[in-house]
């Protein structure tokens, strides 16, 4: 099981980010916990400063602009 | 989980040529479409029911000719800027403005403004990203004044619509307002101004995986620029071409030179005061001071109200409230605007 954050205010991109890897983690077949982070102190926390950012088991993998499709199927796929 | 599958090497996908290829046809395409757009408004203007000559005529032949002209200008700029920002990240300039010195750090800061992609909505994570990685107030500020006031968007409309001596004007004084606001208000050591959680937080360090970027992936980015900004900015460009137009059909020359030409010193600070509340983009505003020119306001005027409306807006100050005190941003605001009123004298002093 992953456990994924995505890290922003709940603008619209962070939304369809998490949309995004919910779908990519169903096409694929990975289990997965998908938690949404606002609160800017937590996010700041994670040492971003462009939302949303991606953090999949404790690891930062994105920050800034909705990541590509191909990339979160490789960050599930790892 | 190795960085290696993390960010596999460049694919030189067989699509990669092919999208080079289609984004040269795509150049070529856009160029012979720019070409014909002024005799195409001509002609749809001639087609319309409305006497030559009239009001109307004029304000519909503005809308008819700039709107396409502003929307394919503003594609081709956002898409060069794509490519180009992708080279950028706030998370690299950030690293790089940590512990600068004052000074450096806000010409630094304010120059970096232009080329980091930052939308407004990341307004707060940037700042307290900034100031908790050890990037002094004061060059943070530079950063958040420049980035939406002098960006791609407004270089490339003005250069286009209005001519390069007073693109490249903006952009100096853009960047010396930014540049001196930004250490003046960390002149002030305001920090305990902050709110307190601001203060408290203390910034994780991440190491991004770098990312290696083939020509194909800046050029996709390019593309996802265009859609993005695109998305976001049609509806401000629609509206301010329909005041630009209105402007030009119908405000009469003598009242509009009456009011922002240069015989009143209070003109200046009179533009600004209207234009801080105002929220718009670059590409909203430009095509109205196009106008503004046009019917005769002074150049100082017309920018000093341009820089007002992108650097300060209302939402924005809603948003940044989070972070900061109430007085500090009425520091804030009133630091930028007594900037943006000093380069609207100067100009007008200088160009007489």
Known sequence: ?78 | MTTETLTAPPHAAPGSARLIGATIVGLIAWFAVYWQLEPFSKWAVAQLPIAPGSHLEEAASFFIFDTPKVLMLLALVVFAMGMVRSFFSPERTRSFLAGKREGVGNVAAASLGIFTPFCSCSAVPLFVGFVSAGVPLGVTFSFLIASPMINEVALGLLLALVGWKVALTYLVFGLLVSIVAGWTIGRLHLEHWLEQWVLDVRSGSTDLPREHLTIADRIQAGIEAVRDIFGRVWVWIIVGIAAGAFIHGYVPAEMLAGIMGENHWWSVPAAVLVGIPIYSNAAGIIPVVEALLGKGAALGTALAFMMAVTALSAPEMIILRKVLTARLIAVFIGVVAAGIIAVGFLFNALFT
């Open chain 1, 1 to 78: 099981m992953k456990n994924i954050k995505i890290l922003g205010p709940g603008c619209k991109r962070c939304v369809a980010t998490a949309d995004m890897v919910q779908s990519q983690a169903d096409r694929l077949g990975v289990p997965v916990t998908i938690e949404k982070v606002t609160d800017y102190a937590a996010i700041a926390g994670y040492g971003i400063v462009s939302t949303p950012g991606v953090v999949i088991d404790d690891k930062v993998v994105h920050a800034g602009g909705l990541p590509k499709s191909e990339d979160v199927a490789k960050w599930l796929a790892a």
